[in-house]
């Protein structure tokens, strides 16, 4: 925790009480609240946490007024141009960029733990075929926890590391093995001499009947996608990760439950329903009316990829994504494609109307993402399971993070009850 070097005061009653302030490297001060129960006898309320810090972190800082986002202190538009992801992996999970040796180091370790049990290959088989892939993922990830029981122990530091590494290795296993299943294709064993993303899209789109050959192209666009998703501070599935984690639960099933709060459309489900949302619009004309759908308050339909609880600025991962559509699109051929076009217009429309502008809502990193996933061949409800590929790193980077804090607590918020107070039980004769 930094330095106190300023006080709050509040006043209760015509009692003042002093709160210590506490200086972040960036971003505003936070107003120190842990001894407020015990000395003034109120909490604080705060739903979705708007104006709470919930824990001190050194990973990933957003300025949401200048679009801004850096990983230890890099900004992602380098590490999107320069590095790539299990680099920026190393960088989250370690704090620092790798020398060539640690990478290789890293990538060699990350690519030995690349296969899963194959007594795992069952449960698959137990979902129903059209399952989402989402809720496959959720069960799976969770029942790692029931194949490598010698990574559980959160207490021994070398588990924790041997479960961060299982899991960054897994994860692209487990996702391919999802939608292999939902297409009723047979599972495709990952190759650890290709890169991580060469490998995840081959488990994706090769079949044993034939040669499959990596397009570098989208290999390149793959990484980049993995890269732009990779942490993003205390998001609501991160959150949900460090929260499950804080009663000393294993990290397979604290994943398992990130997961799970990914999968909504306000969080990472919102790249499925951005593309069905564009795909419905279908062609430029029919924009004024989705527009005028989202600004009105008796429907509850909103532009999907717009908007962000942080950013009040442009998403700097939108910015990217926007380019890397153009670039894959142009590369694949399909430089005119309808949804494209379609979602630069909404982009243009959105970005000129007022209401847009007076609550600050730009476009975020969904925006674009389906498109260049659908590009290259993925069905929209791989979308967020791609995204949860992307994030594990962020989630298993702030997870080991909070359990080495010596500050570490069970997560347990408070509440401002409004219901019944106390009454006595009616027998049901009397009621
Ligand atoms: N379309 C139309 N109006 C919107 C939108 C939108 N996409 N987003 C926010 N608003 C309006 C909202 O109606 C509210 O208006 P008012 O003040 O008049 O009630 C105001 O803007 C503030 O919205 P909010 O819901 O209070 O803001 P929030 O910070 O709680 O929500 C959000 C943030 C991302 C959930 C929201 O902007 C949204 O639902 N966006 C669409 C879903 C989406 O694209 N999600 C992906 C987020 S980025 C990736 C990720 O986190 O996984």
């Known amino acids: 925790m930094s330095e106190v070097k300023r006080v709050a005061k509040l006043e209760i009653d015509g009692k003042t009480y002093e709160l210590p302030m506490h200086s972040p ?9 842990r001894k407020l129960y015990a000395d003034a006898g109120v909490f604080t309320y705060d739903p979705g946490y708007t104006s709470t810090a919930s824990c001190d972190s050194t990973i990933t800082f957003i300025d949401g007024d200048k679009g801004e986002l850096l990983h230890r202190g890099y900004p992602i538009d380098q590490l999107a141009e320069k590095s790539h992801y299990l680099e920026v992996c190393y960088l989250l999970l370690y704090g620092e960029l790798p020398s060539p040796a640690q990478l290789e180091d890293f990538e060699s370790r990350v690519t030995n733990h690349t296969m899963i049990h194959e007594q795992m290959h069952f449960l698959f088989r137990g979902f129903r075929r059209d399952a989402h892939p989402m809720a496959i993922m959720v069960g799976v990830v969770g029942a790692l926890s029931a194949f490598y029981h010698d990574s559980t122990d959160i207490a021994d530091p070398w588990q924790r590391e041997v479960a961060s590494i299982r899991l960054i290795a897994k994860m692209p296993t487990i996702a391919a093995m999802a939608f292999k299943y939902t297409i009723g294709q047979p599972f495709e064993y990952p190759r650890n001499d290709l890169d991580y993303a060469s490998n995840f899209l081959r488990m994706c789109f090769a079949v044993p009947a034939e040669n499959y050959v990596v397009n570098p192209i989208l290999s390149r666009a793959m990484d980049r996608i993995f890269t732009l998703h990779a942490d993003h501070e205390q998001n609501a599935s991160t959150s949900t990760v460090r929260l499950a984690s804080s009663s000393g639960a294993n990290p397979f099933a604290c ?7 990914l999968w909504g459309p306000a969080h990472g489900g919102a790249n499925q329903a951005c593309l069905e949302m564009l795909q419905e619009i279908g062609t430029p004309d029919r924009i004024p009316e989705y527009i005028a759908r989202a600004k009105d308050k008796d429907d509850p ?5 717009f908007g962000h609880r942080v950013y009040k600025n442009f998403d700097p991962r939108a910015k990217v994504m926007k380019q890397s559509a153009d670039e894959v699109l142009e590369l694949l051929g399909v430089e005119n494609n309808p949804t494209l076009q379609v979602a630069k217009e909404l982009e243009r429309q959105a970005l000129a109307d007022p209401y847009f502008a007076e609550k600050k809502l730009f476009p975020n990193v969904d925006f674009y993402s389906g498109i260049i996933l659908e590009a290259m061949g993925f069905p929209t409800s791989m979308f ?26 069970i997560g347990r918020p408070r509440q401002l009850y409004k219901g019944a107070t106390l009454r006595d039980y009616v027998d049901i004769e009397k009621r």
Not at 25 to 33: N, R
Not at 384 to 408: C, H, N, Y
């Open 25 to 33: 490297t960036a971003g505003p001060d936070v107003i120190d609240i």
């Open 255 to 261: 994943v398992a439950a990130g997961i799970a709060c």
């Open 301 to 305: 339909f909103r532009l999907m990829g």
């Open 384 to 409: 967020t399971p791609i995204f949860a590929v992307s994030r594990t790193i962020g989630w298993i980077s702030q997870w080991k993070e909070m359990i080495a804090d010596p500050q570490l607590k």
